[in-house]
């Protein structure tokens, strides 16, 4: 029943959001910033973990190739299809579940505890529209991170593979460029655009409802990873089940 | 003014407020007082409207707050100042962008505009030098007067406070008192403060409401607080020695 209720709170916000709009000066200052903070802030940790995490696949498939019968390109192919399906759109949305929804949770709740929301509230603030809804159009620019986390996870395979000797370059770039689907890229921008809405509006959930102090705003940040974390997966195989069978 | 009639106010079925009535008048600071736990900040988020009564009226100029329309309510809040405990300074913001703040979200005027009624309010509540710092660069009694200046910089009709001088020292404490009292008679300002401090209630309680367990148990002004039978105000005003002696001095003069 409380998480029923929780939930219908969460969707009446959602609603709340898109009530009275703040001052458009005002708002597009926020989102530039939250776009610096959110989405460039975010580019170098993404770029570093694409970059290996996408060598790591291409060596662990290459070691996999015992048989000899095995064509070499098949290591290009499962690195793409890894990274492109399921690498970038999904874990490294994980990740970003911890990086900006803990930083979204605990610059809200912190608010929350100064009495900052309080004191927009007396001034008549949509304080739903104020600090939420920049961070939705911030976040509407989450495709180009992972775009940036598919391309660089397949030079990381591709680096790996090649330098590492498992693979000629020419049969690397055959191999990725193997029975290719243009519809898996939309299938990956798709989820995308569903898990940015996620990233900006759970954790913004758990700042704003939070109550009590320091600690609390710690221990919301936690729930907030978990839920942006559940819910991701969830929908990840909802729209997997919808868009791929 | 403000009028207050049988405000009640529960939450998981605990009554916090039990049905009280008063009227703060304009030009005064009025002063409400109690024990941690009163219900004195649940009174004060209703009159503010950050929380609902669950049943009641409040009125403001003689017109009910639940008969406002919701475009009639976002018009009184901006008439509404408050000061909050701990200042509330946004930490993102200078000084001079906090007090600018208002104004920018609710007038048209251009930023030289701004800029200049800011500073004129800076100056109103004797802040030197901090225009370009950020509140974790000031001190306390800095914040408090910023927080006044934020609230007074669009020319409110009703100014609330909450603990204003918590955590300030017994000095600086004074000087935001007398700082609130002359701003409310200056700009006619209907005020109301929420305080268990007892050097604030001797030194600018123009009207005293004292809340015990949800309920009025006692209201009057800083002369009638000496003379008065009220036990429950005699022994949360006159819990300390020094207050006790205070008053045998004032009831012998």
Known sequence: ?245 | MIEVKNIIKSFDGIEVLKGISSVFEKGKTNLIIGQSGSGKTVFLKCLLGLLEADSGKIFFEGKGLEKMSVKERSVLRQEMGMVFQGSALFDSMTVEENIMFPMQMFTKKDDDEIRERANLVIKRVNLINANSKYPDEISGGMKKRVAIARSIVMNPKYLFCDEPNSGLDPKTAILIDNLIQEITAEYNITTVINTHDMNSVMEIGEKIVFLKDGLKSWEGTKEEIFNTDNEAVTNFVYSSDLFKKVREVYLKV
Not at chain 1, 92 to 97: D, G, K, P, Q
């Open chain 1, 1 to 245: 029943m409380k998480t029923l209720s929780k939930v219908g709170r969460y969707f009446l916000m959602l609603k709340s959001i898109f009530g009275k709009f703040t001052k458009w000066k005002i708002l597009k200052e926020l989102i530039l910033k939250d776009i610096d903070t959110l989405i460039i802030g975010s580019m170098g940790i993404v770029s570093f973990i694409s970059f290996f995490v996408g060598g790591v696949v291409a060596i662990q498939t290459a070691l996999n190739l015992e048989n000899p019968l095995l064509p070499k390109n098949l290591i290009g192919f499962a690195t793409r299809q890894s990274v492109i399906l399921e690498f970038a759109p999904t874990f490294i949305s994980v990740i970003m579940a911890g990086k900006v929804g803990s930083y979204i949770t605990s610059s809200i709740g912190t608010m929350r505890v100064t009495e900052q929301i309080d004191a927009l509230e007396v001034m008549g603030i949509n304080t739903y529209n104020y600090l939420i809804f920049p961070k939705i159009i911030a976040l509407s620019l989450y495709p180009l991170v992972i775009c940036t986390s598919m391309f660089l996870g397949v030079i990381g395979g591709y680096m790996a593979c090649v330098y590492g000797g498992f693979s000629s370059s020419s049969e690397f770039i055959e191999g990725i460029q193997m029975d290719f689907i243009p519809f898996h890229i939309t299938y990956a921008f798709i989820k995308t655009a569903f898990f940015s809405f996620v990233l900006a509006t759970i954790p913004s959930y758990h700042g704003y409802f939070m109550t009590g102090g320091a600690l609390e705003v710690g221990k919301a940040s936690t729930v907030s990873f978990v839920w942006t974390s559940v819910v991701i997966i969830l929908l990840n195989y909802l729209i997997t089940q919808m868009l791929l069978t």
